[in-house]
């Protein structure tokens, strides 16, 4: 019995051969594929989550906070003559070479330091000031070329010429208590800003370094268009002022978008440009502003941008 269902067994015909190469090929494939997208797909959603909750941090490299509380206390004679000549290059072309116009027509309306209060959420103080510098306050921009010396002389000059002289309901010699607790101390490594250079952004992430490699780069597309945008606002004259602003306001809050917008300048494309700035294309909200605009003006912020490319 045992000898005859080995035979059985033995002379049992073989299973017809059932493989298909190209199907397991196209299964393998999938799969390949369907496992990528899954773990590019976690890996920005988890980039994107770290990022909005500081996980992944932008660092200055190598510029360490300064003596914030020696800075703000010296208001001597040349620090304000410092101060003036900053003023005069950087500041006057928007709030006047008294503090109290608005040469470039901006809407809305540059801060007039002979009669005006603040109004960034930390008050007039020295350092609240500083922060207005460093991070830009509506429609001002930012001023990341401008050294800590620089930014304090700038303000010591405008508080200590005007505010203090004409406008002394809102002269703040020292910052708010809660304020003063978020000083930074000297030589603290740089803190989370608005002023990165490109050149200069390093990312330090307790996170994988694929991400943080990924996040930096990322991060420095989005300097580069916007240090693109500011510097052509500061190049602008007075009559381009108020569109290369809202340009370069643009660029920080839809770097994408202004991302496309800069290659459809370097690539001669100017059509293309205006549709995106101003065309129907995309979301409309922000880009109400420039599809208002004249032919003219936007032509105009075309070529200031493409000069400045
Ligand atoms: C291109 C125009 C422009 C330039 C250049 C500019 N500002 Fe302003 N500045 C503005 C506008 C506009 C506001 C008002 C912003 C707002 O109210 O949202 C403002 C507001 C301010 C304020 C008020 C902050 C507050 O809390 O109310 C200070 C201080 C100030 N600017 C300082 C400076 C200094 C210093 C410089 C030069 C280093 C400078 N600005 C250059 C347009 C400019």
Known sequence: MSAAHDDIHAHAPEQPEVSHPLLWSVCILSIAIFLAWLFFHFLFKGMHVARHHGKIEIHQAGEAEPDHKALMANHSAEVVDQGAAVYNAKCASCHGTQGNSNPSNLKPAPRNFHADAWKNPNGGGPYALYLVLKKGLGTMPAFPG??????????????????????NAHYVELDRD???????????????????????????APVLPLM????????????????????????????????AYRFADLAKSEPGLALAIKQTVMANDQPRFTALLAGSDGSGAVRSYFSLLSADELSGLYSLLKGGQ
């Open 146 to 167: 401008l050294s800590a010396e620089d930014k304090y002389a700038v303000n010591h000059f405008i508080t200590e010429t005007w505010v203090k002289k004409v406008n």
């Open 212 to 243: 943080a490699g990924i996040a930096k780069k990322e991060q420095q597309q989005i300097n580069i268009v916007q240090v693109w945008a500011e510097a052509a606002s500061a190049a602008a004259p007075a009559e381009r002022k108020q569109v």
């Open 178 to 204: 809660d304020v003063q607790k978020t000083i930074p101390l000297p030589g603290a490594a740089g803190e989370h800003g608005g002023d990165h250079h490109p050149a200069q952004v390093e990312v330090k």
